[in-house]
Nanobody, 123 residues
Framework: VQLAESGGGLVQAGDSLRLSCTGS????????MGWFRQAPGKEREFVAT????????LYAESVKGRFTISRNNAQNMVYLQMNSLKPEDTAVYYC?????????????????WGQGTQVTVAS
């Protein structure tokens, strides 16, 4: 499956953004989906994940209550709604797909990755 992210940009602290991830080649409905991010000089880190049905989600503590992951299997899309953005949310955000049976925060379980979209939050 090929993944492509969109929706990144430059925003002010406190603003909102919605990232989108579209899939091609295979239906995203067969995958657990996740969002990860990588800030300059840091390792890629888990942000959020959602299971195949969309009922089970997990979030990193740093984004819990501010970010929401969702999916629309009929449209082959996955979203990350980001509210109350902070400068420390600045990173390249990646969409990823996993063959895992359950929603997973473990980066090693994801075998398919998009190219990433830059999110910059100015203070």
């Amino acid at each position: 499956v090929q993944l492509a992210e969109s929706g990144g940009g430059l925003v002010q602290a406190g603003d909102s953004l919605r990232l989108s991830c579209t899939g091609s080649g295979r239906a995203l409905s067969i995958f657990v989906m996740g969002w990860f991010r990588q800030a300059p000089g840091k390792e890629r880190e888990f942000v959020a994940t959602i299971d195949r049905s969309g009922y089970d989600t997990l979030y990193a503590e740093s984004v819990k209550g501010r970010f929401t992951i969702s999916r629309n299997n009929a449209q082959n899309m996955v979203y990350l709604q980001m509210n109350s953005l902070k400068p420390e949310d600045t990173a390249v955000y990646y969409c990823a797909a996993s063959d895992s049976e359950w929603a997973s925060a473990t980066i090693g379980t994801y075998g398919y990755w998009g190219q990433g979209t830059q999110v910059t939050v100015a203070s």
